[in-house]
């Protein structure tokens, strides 16, 4: 047997400046299934510092931000219409983030956004909430756009049965449609918030303000791997027609070339802080943070309006050892909100936590049982990261 699943690096080290190890993958959508298949982690230099705090040091000393708003500017001037056109996209949920970028578009540098959604597998009632309020308050127009339910049930069940990775269908369908939408609306520029490049992605991202269109492509749809398994597989297995599948198929590169539509992130040119895009959300969209911490961590406003957002993370936990607890210190130790042994503390109290509240819905949601779901999450731990002591599940290393 392998010593470890995924090709991680079998060596766990981390991050001297934040609590991140380098098991933390480098992209956020999977579409491989093998459980051996070689994953890149984020990178580390030889001081032991991760490539997320490295470029947390350019962001705060090296960038002109002021010559990046110019830019900024310069880039909607030439995009903004004054023929009651809409003359921008902003995909999101109304979650701070998107809620943030989408209102200092309109309210601040003159555009006329369409927001649009892709809706959340369930939503919770804060989630709703704010969707509402992102709307009706932040005066903003949305698209809220519900995949076939029965379909995207299907997919993230076999998401998780296959890839341990419930939101892989819903990240692939969030990051299609915002192109999507631009080129079917005739609308050539295309907002996203922060690039996952600051968070550990490949790190020469981050010096680019786009995303490359060739992330696009639907030469061979059948070929598409959804769920852990190839398109293809499913039409042979199910009902399903290959028409079923159209909000999953991006549109090529070449098709948004010929439309014109670039995809662009807030994040290159306005410093980006999550803690004061909340601040700023809760002033001006009427975003509320919920009335209790999210499980899992300490955070009470980020991610919080799918029920399945929760088992995405506890799933990484299993996976690669990081659970939410993790993700938010780190981020926040970066941006100084809190100190590294603040982070530690918080990681070791919350990392852990099994998400109970939800636990039902899920099981319901995937039509699976609980002994089917501790089975399908036990089957991923890594040997190299998880062994068994007294009947439960520890790691062999922890953050300190």
């Known amino acids: 047997m392998s010593k470890t699943l995924f090709g991680l690096p079998e060596q766990v080290r981390f991050c ?33 510092i991760c490539d997320a705090c490295l470029y947390n040091e350019v962001k705060n000393e090296n960038i002109d931000w002021q010559e990046r708003e ?56 804060i989630g709703w909430k704010n969707f509402e309020n992102w709307v009706h308050m932040g005066g903003l127009d949305n698209i809220l756009f519900t995949p076939n339910g029965k379909l995207h049930r299907y997919l993230t069940r076999q998401a998780f049965l296959n890839l341990l990775h419930p939101f892989q269908p819903f990240i692939v369908g969030q990051r299609i449609i915002g192109p999507l939408m ?24 981050n010096y680019k303000p786009t ?34 599948f159209a909000p999953y198929i ?9 439309k014109g539509v670039e995809v662009h992130y807030l994040g290159y040119y306005l410093k980006w802080d999550p803690q004061e895009c909340y601040y700023y959300a809760t002033e001006h969209t009427g975003f509320q943070a919920n009335t209790e911490r999210t499980e899992g961590t300490y955070s009470k406003y980020s991610s919080i309006d799918d029920k399945i957002d ?20 780190a981020q926040e130790i970066r941006n100084g909100k809190i100190t590294r042994e603040e982070g530690v503390a918080l990681v070791q109290k919350y990392d852990h936590e099994f998400p109970k509240k939800y636990f039902k819905e899920f099981l319901s949601y995937l039509s699976i049982t609980e002994e089917e779901f501790h089975q399908t999450v036990d089957k991923f731990r890594s040997p190299h990261l998880w062994e068994r002591r007294d009947g439960a599940w520890t790691l062999k290393h922890t953050v300190y």
């Not at 927001?115 to 009632?125: E, F, G, N, Q």
């Not at 050539?188 to 020469?204: C, I, S």
């Not at 598409?224 to 042979?236: H, Q, S």
């Not at 991006?250 to 010929?258: I, M, V």
Request: charged content about 25%; some cysteine; overall charge negative.
């Open 16 to 48: 001297k400046k934040c609590v991140i190890s380098n098991q933390r993958p480098s992209s956020t959508v999977e579409f491989k299934h093998e459980r051996n298949e070689k994953k890149s982690t984020i990178g580390f230099n030889e001081d032991g």
């Open 182 to 205: 631009a080129a079917k609306f005739g609308i050539k520029l295309v907002m996203y918030g922060e690039n996952q490049a600051e968070y550990g992605n490949n790190p020469k991202e």
């Open 211 to 244: 995303m490359d269109n060739k992330f696009f492509s639907s030469s061979n749809p059948e070929e598409m791997i959804l769920g852990g398994k190839k398109v293809k597989e499913i039409l042979e297995e199910t009902e399903f027609t290959l028409n079923d």
């Open 250 to 258: 991006p549109p090529s590169a070449e098709y948004l070339d010929s």
């Open 70 to 125: 110019d830019q900024l500017v310069e880039l909607l001037n030439q995009h903004k219409r004054t023929d009651g056109g809409y003359d921008i996209v902003v995909p999101g949920s109304g979650g701070k983030d998107s809620a943030y970028t989408s209102h200092i578009l309109k309210y601040k540098y003159g555009m006329n956004p369409l927001t649009v959604t892709w809706a959340p597998h369930l939503y919770t009632d």
């Open 310 to 329: 929760m088992f995405h993370y506890y799933t990484t936990l299993a996976k690669f050892g990081i659970g939410r607890a993790t993700y938010d210190a």
